[in-house]
């Protein structure tokens, strides 16, 4: 079945560094690939994106290419500040599997100033 | 105003107990879902609902029942709260297709003593 599988955490980086998370799916056909976000006390938010191969999502300095070769999904922010410490879920869903989400375990990233 | 509201926020309830857990949508999707958040288990689905007369079980729903009362409305039951219940709660919305990606509520902490 589909899965979605993600780098360990915690992840802890200084402020200003370059942030990769990783993310590999297992799916078949052409999901839809997403990154959700979970802010400390909050609910998840949908963060990027993409519907097609080698598209590439992107919002508030984060960005993601479907790579269908691979099928990998990495999260990447050339920059990150404290206020992006956050729970960081891949996911994905397939309009043939009635648009379920599929979520990968989470990662946690930690910036410190 | 937020899209998806959750109530309660938080609840500490006792072994035995009947509970509902509500959520309501201002977006007008037709799609709803129940998760529930462990962890180091990510999110797991309970039930979800394609409209109000399509309701269908997720991965773990035993235990669990769900009750659409209007589009906007999806309640989340436990019939006899055990211990092994207590997590994070979380109700989404999403749209038909054609990404199905979902909008989630802040959340329900639910404790069970």
């Known amino acids: 079945g589909d899965s979605v599988t993600q780098m360990e955490g915690p992840v802890t980086l200084s402020e200003e560094a370059f942030l990769t998370i990783n993310c590999t799916y297992t799916?078949?056909?052409?999901?839809?690939l997403f990154w959700y976000v979970q802010y400390p006390g909050e609910g998840l938010q949908l963060l990027l994106k993409?519907?097609?191969?080698?598209d590439k999502g992107s919002n508030k300095g984060f960005e993601a290419t479907y790579r269908k070769e691979t099928t990998s999904f990495h999260l990447e922010k050339g920059s990150v500040q404290v206020s992006d410490s956050a729970v960081y879920f891949c996911?994905?869903?397939?309009?043939?599997?009635?648009?379920?989400?599929?979520f990968g375990q989470g990662t946690t990233l930690q910036v410190k100033p | 105003d937020a899209d998806v509201t959750q109530t309660p926020r938080n609840r500490i309830t006792k072994t035995g107990k009947r509970i509902m857990l509500e959520c309501s949508q201002t977006?007008?999707?037709?799609?709803m879902y129940w998760y529930r958040q462990d962890p180091g288990l990510g999110l797991r689905l309970i039930y979800y609902?394609?409209?109000?007369?399509?309701?269908n079980k997720g991965e773990i729903s035993d235990g669990y029942s769900v009750s659409r009362q209007a589009q906007a409305k999806f309640s989340l039951s436990l019939e006899s709260a055990i211990p092994n219940q207590t997590a994070l709660y979380f109700c989404?919305?999403?749209?038909?297709?054609?990404?199905?990606?979902?909008?989630f509520g802040p959340g329900t902490r639910l404790t069970v003593t």
């Open positions: 609902s394609f409209d109000v007369k399509d309701i």
């Open positions: 977006k007008g999707h037709d799609r």
């Open positions: 799916a078949t056909g052409y999901p839809s």
């Open positions: 993409a519907t097609k191969a080698d």
């Open positions: 989404a919305t999403s749209p038909t297709g054609p990404t199905y990606e979902q909008y």
């Open positions: 996911a994905l869903s397939r309009a043939s599997n009635t648009g379920k989400l599929i």
